[in-house]
């Protein structure tokens, strides 16, 4: 079965700092991967989504980038963190447009 | 504007009621999908109904779709506590590149005891 792993699960960071935050998914190959920011009490906003290696599309511009060096490997990078990176952060995969499969999330606070 | 609007943002019910919850949308669409989120944790995919499909059941939840009104409800039956949660609707838009889905802000469903 297909599992989705995400980590750290949660992240305090100052102003100014990188982040790195990583999601791996297992059983399942060249899945379509995505990367999600959801304010407190509201939806999801896609930022990223990757349809194979080295693949990265990005649908809001902002400081945030994406890669993908493996095919089950998806990092969400930022060389410097505003306070309005904070939020809750969503790794999913899935085939075509059907069904997401989500990540347990990562917390980011950045103080 | 969103793609997905969902009504209402918040509902409470008694254990044993049941729960409706609505989506609209604007354009036209490939499937739209529920998807539940508990406080804190990730999204679980609840049922996806086809642009072709008027309605679909899995256990307790019924799922219609209204293409001419583009607007879609969930009904969760005979609700238990267990069920609070949040339930966000997400729609895969015709012409989609990379599978992308395009989510409601969400009704938050609170199950009283």
């Known amino acids: 079965s297909q599992t989705i792993h995400q980590w750290p699960a949660t992240l305090v960071q100052p102003v100014g700092s990188p982040l790195s935050l990583e999601c791996t998914v297992e059983?399942?190959?060249?899945?379509?991967l995505y990367w999600y920011r959801q304010a407190a009490g509201r939806g999801l906003q896609l930022l990223f989504y990757?349809?194979?290696?080295?693949?990265i599309s990005s649908e809001v511009p902002q400081n945030l980038s994406a890669s993908r060096p493996q095919d089950r490997q998806f990092i969400l990078s930022s060389k410097k963190l505003l306070l309005s990176d904070s939020g809750f952060y969503l790794c999913?995969?899935?085939?075509?447009?059907?069904?997401?499969?989500f990540g347990p999330g990562t917390r980011l606070t950045v103080t | 504007s969103q793609q997905g609007e969902e009504d209402p943002q918040a509902l409470s019910i008694q254990e044993g009621e049941n729960a409706t919850m609505n989506c609209s949308y604007k354009t036209s669409i490939n499937n739209l999908q529920w998807y539940r989120q508990n406080s804190g944790r990730g999204l679980v995919h609840l049922i996806l109904?086809?642009?072709?499909?008027r309605e679909k059941h899995s256990g307790r939840l019924r799922v219609t779709l209204d293409t001419s009104k583009k607007s879609s409800s969930l009904l969760i039956t005979a609700s238990r506590a267990a069920d609070t949660a949040s339930y966000f609707c997400?729609?895969?838009?015709?012409?989609?590149?990379?599978?992308?889905?395009?989510f409601g802000q969400g009704t938050e469903l609170s199950v009283k005891p």
């Open positions: 990757s349809v194979g290696i080295g693949q």
């Open positions: 997400a729609t895969s838009l015709i012409y989609n590149q990379g599978g992308k889905l395009i």
């Open positions: 059983g399942t190959s060249n899945p379509n």
């Open positions: 109904i086809r642009s072709n499909e």
């Open positions: 999913a995969w899935g085939w075509g447009p059907y069904e997401q499969y």
